[in-house]
């Protein structure tokens, strides 16, 4: 169902490199509730990824951009400026953790590659909102979003320096929040989203188990990327103007619940 809370309006969405990644539900969610859309990536994931698909579904320009390079986002802000002029809403749904990709455990990081970590999940949503807020692009009561796990708040071992990049990530959010909400009365959020299965989500060790376990958890389910897709339309929408600075729970409920009968049970 559409209710065209984003007519008019013009995006730019991170991070979609194929069907079950968030960003690629978001897009489309977006684009049918009226938004025009510019869809990026880095560039390795426009030749491996499935991106022009959607771009072609969706109508959107797709313009490659490592996010961790401001001459990139300047290129791709470029493009979104001749499009566009202004710009309405950004998602920020990129992470990678080469210690987590390589298997190397958290009391044994490789210290280079937790810089890439920080670099590539966290610092690059300060970079995207720099070059924004410098270059003046965002319109007023925009809204920029950033995608986050709980594993920012509690332990969860597996998730292993993910879970650093995305307590950075959250304290972006909040610190530019500001900023931003003074300048240009745009609010910026993150959103903390159960367990989904993406190339990303997948790639942390022990997933299923998470799954299962957050499923167990939750008294209304895991939320699914379609979910978060509805929160983040929701969140680039109108209705949601004065929610700023804020790291918002799409889990379900998982974050307030202490135990589940049905997990002692299981045990
Ligand atoms: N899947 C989950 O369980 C889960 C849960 C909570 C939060 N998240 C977060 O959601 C976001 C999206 O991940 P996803 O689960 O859809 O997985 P995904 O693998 O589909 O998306 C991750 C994206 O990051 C992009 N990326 C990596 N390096 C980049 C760079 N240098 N420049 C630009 N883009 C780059 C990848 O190409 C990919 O498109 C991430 O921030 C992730 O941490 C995921």
């Not at 869809?39 to 072609?56: C, D, Q, S």
């Not at 307590?167 to 003074?182: C, D, I, N």
């Not at 022990?206 to 929160?231: I, Q």
Request: proline share 4%; hydrophobic share 40%; aromatic share 10%.
């Amino acid at each position: 169902m559409s209710y065209g809370l984003l007519k008019g309006k013009k995006g730019i969405i991170f991070g979609a490199l194929d069907e079950n990644s968030i960003a690629w539900k978001v897009a489309e969610k977006a684009h049918a509730e009226g938004a025009s859309l510019i869809l990026t990536n880095a560039p390795v994931a426009l030749r491996m990824g499935k991106i022009k698909e959607l771009a072609e579904k969706t109508g959107a320009p797709l313009v490659p951009a490592d996010a961790t390079s401001i001459d990139d986002l300047n290129k791709l802000f470029d493009t979104a400026e001749a499009e566009f002029g202004k710009i309405d809403f950004v998602l920020h749904s990129i992470g990678m953790s080469p210690n987590v990709r390589k298997g190397r455990p958290y009391t044994d990081l490789n210290y280079d590659w937790l810089h890439k970590t920080y670099d590539i999940s966290a610092i690059s949503f300060h970079k995207v909102m720099q070059v924004l807020y410098n270059r003046d692009l965002m319109n007023e009561w925009g809204s920029i979003l950033a995608l986050t796990y709980i594993a920012a708040q509690r332990a969860f071992p597996e998730y292993n320096d993910m879970a650093e990049a995305k307590a950075l990530l959250e304290s972006f959010a909040r610190s530019f929040g500001y900023h931003f909400g003074k300048k240009a009365k745009v609010r910026v959020n993150t959103i903390s989203q159960s367990p989904t299965p993406t190339t990303a989500g997948t790639g942390v060790s022990g997933f299923d188990k998470m799954l299962t376990y957050g499923e167990m958890m939750s008294p209304l389910g895991n939320a699914t990327a379609e979910d978060c897709a509805d929160y983040c339309v929701a969140m680039f929408s109108d209705l949601t103007r004065r929610v700023t600075m804020q790291n918002l729970y799409n889990d379900g409920g998982f974050s307030s619940v202490g135990i589940a009968p049905e997990l002692l049970e299981a045990l």
